[in-house]
């Protein structure tokens, strides 16, 4: 990985894209700072996993859903509060 400056990167930037396309990762340094790296695009492929349903929407319309524990019933504020009041 090679090192450059940032004034050196915006001066001289299609030939560093150019290396970066060829496969060079590029450490960029603000005076003796390392704050980015330019690497290649990886593509990680774009795919839809689909999964069948179990059942059809029907049936979970018909099925009966058990209330939620007390515990379970409080607000996002209170929960938070709760949080907070315990540290």
Not at 7 to 36: F, N
Not at 55 to 68: D, S
């Amino acid at each position: 990985m090679r090192n450059i400056k940032i004034g050196e990167l915006k001066a001289q930037l299609s030939k560093y894209i150019r290396s970066v396309r060829a496969g060079e990762a590029l450490t960029v340094m603000d005076r003796a700072t390392p704050v980015a790296v330019i690497s290649p695009y990886e593509d990680q492929g774009t795919k839809i996993l689909w999964i069948e349903p179990v059942r059809t929407w029907k049936e979970l319309m018909k099925m009966k859903v058990r209330p939620l524990p007390k515990a379970l019933k409080r607000t996002m504020s209170k929960a938070l509060s709760e949080d907070r009041e315990s540290r």
